[in-house]
């Protein structure tokens, strides 16, 4: 049986954990936004049309930001098109998910649906098809109180307060040659630099965001964010991330070993960051907004999914709204775990997405909403990592993988909020067929007791959640979880994902 040993020290200090870890992201896609978060005429809605059950989920999910509106759906968006009297809205062709957008929901909505979810919104401008008078234009509309032609219009449309948006987006993805208006890194260097210089001049206060690599697999990451990082370092706060990962049949070890990949995507990103910032000595931090991280069954979208007849083009669409499985779920909880190690440098992140697409949220129009299997870690994971990350070194064994080479079987991660007296640590056991015991050395946290333990496992790892069967897949209590002469000890089935606080 796999046996893993670790030592939680409250001196061993990685970072801060800032709670924009525990982003998510609300792109006009599919039934994100109509049928997802907005269905006026479903028997939860509230005033504004907005799902109260889903609105109760997201808080449940302790979701901090929300990016929106996208994507690649940002690439061709004309912001105005989502302001001002509904029925003068116009609708659009969306060609990034070829689906007849109506502008039903737009800025002042969805800010008004983010304030009820308790999160802070955080925007992407479009760099794809538009520029830096339209993402000026956009944050004058947003930011600025009243006095000028485009704030006193968000006040005569209804919104008397700024929205304050602090978090802006570059762009999205501009590596990728599916992008509208998809560019070099030398291109995007620049327009990201002049975009950040001239938006600082309109509110200084913003934190901007340059788009790295759309994964770790693009042929030109590395390179890409280098010359990015040369043209706009001194004007941004952060360069991106995007990482997406699902299960190859037959390869369920490869799918568990993900976070690894994760592990070695923010080294890499941060070690270039840190290349450019020595050729600048005295310059600021810049740090890493993973802001797309999920498992998505991307094939199944291409092969299945795509509407591509030219004179079809359907109104929120069902697509991307992979059905996620316990094995899904527990590689979620170890990409959080990842989030979490590199808290020092990663210090904003957004799951994608939230509801109906790629989704830890699922509603039926007209029906119920309920939780995916990866709901569980991601809800567990915000409300228990708190305060620091602590450094834990896990000794453990490996396994190997065609992917990654050898990968540990366990992997842990601690977290430690000293003024509330709370710690947590987080495990995954990637074995396929054997149970995993753990213990951990809790002697520097004094007299700590177990107060809760969880874990998600079950002897089908391709089990899920659906509209029938909703509740098939949850957390399970751990009761081997317990500290006997300052040793934690846990036993981790296959396959699971496990949280536990101590106080
Ligand atoms: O989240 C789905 C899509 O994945 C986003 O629109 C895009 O940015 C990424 O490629």
Redesign the pocket.
Known sequence: MPHASLTIDPAFVVGAIDRRLFGSFV?H?GRAVYDGIYEPDHATADEDGFRKDVIELVRELGVSTVRYP????VSGYRWEDGVGPREQRPRRLDLAWHSLETNEIGLDEFARWSAKAGTELMLAVNLGTRGVQEALDLLEYANVRSGSTLSDLRVANGTPEPHGVVLWCLG??MD?PWQLGHRSADDYGKLAAQTARAMRQLDPGLKLIACGS?NRQMPTFGAWERTVLEHAYDEIDYLSC?AYYHETPGDLPGFLASPVDMDRFIESVVATIDHVRALRPGRRRVDISFD?WNVWYVDRYHEEDKVTDPQVWPIAPRI?EDSYTVADAVVVGGLLMSLLRHADRVTAASM??LVNV?APIMTEPGGPSWRQTTFFPFATTSRLARGVTLSVDVATSTYETAAYGDVPVVDAVATHDASAGETAVFLVNRSVDSPATVSVDVRGLGAATVAEAVTLWDDDVHARNTLDHPDRVGLRPTPSAAIDGGTLRVELPPVSWTAVSLR
């Open positions: 792109e896609l996208g994507g690649n759906f999205n993805e990728g759309s995007h797309e991307l994608a997405q790629i």
